[in-house]
Nanobody, 126 residues
């Protein structure tokens, strides 16, 4: 069983940047597909970015392409989300998720992930 802990959220002005971290414990994250999701008040949970379980392929949600970058450090058993040019609509709770059986066709589907962190709040406001 893997446990995930997110950090790095906070308050930032529009146009600013934040870097979120997701650190795993219990098992190595390199054997999992990893995903970042977010949920704003009153909205459904949305796929943000992720890695495939094999091959190291990266995927992004349409609303963050070109602004967000996912990366990983296997030595630290961590996955990161660099968020640049933040917009007010990026305000949400951001969750890290891991799944051993996620396939490409379901990589954006939250139900394919079985392990979740507690979330970290990102607020973009002037």
């Amino acid at each position: 069983q893997v446990q995930l802990v997110e950090s790095g959220g906070g308050l930032v002005q529009p146009g600013g940047s934040l870097r979120l971290s997701c650190v795993g414990s219990g098992q190595t994250l390199s054997g999992y597909a990893m995903g970042w999701f977010r949920q704003a008040p009153g909205k459904e949970r949305e796929y943000v970015a992720g890695y495939s379980r094999t091959g190291g392929y990266t995927y992004y949600g349409d609303s963050v392409k070109g602004r967000f970058t996912i990366s990983r450090d296997n030595g630290k058993n961590a996955v990161y989300l660099q968020m640049n040019n933040l917009k007010t609509e990026d305000t949400a709770v951001y969750y890290c998720a891991a799944g051993r059986t996620v396939i490409t066709s379901s990589i954006r589907n939250q139900n394919a992930y079985h392990h979740w962190g507690q979330g970290t709040q990102v607020t973009v406001s002037s």
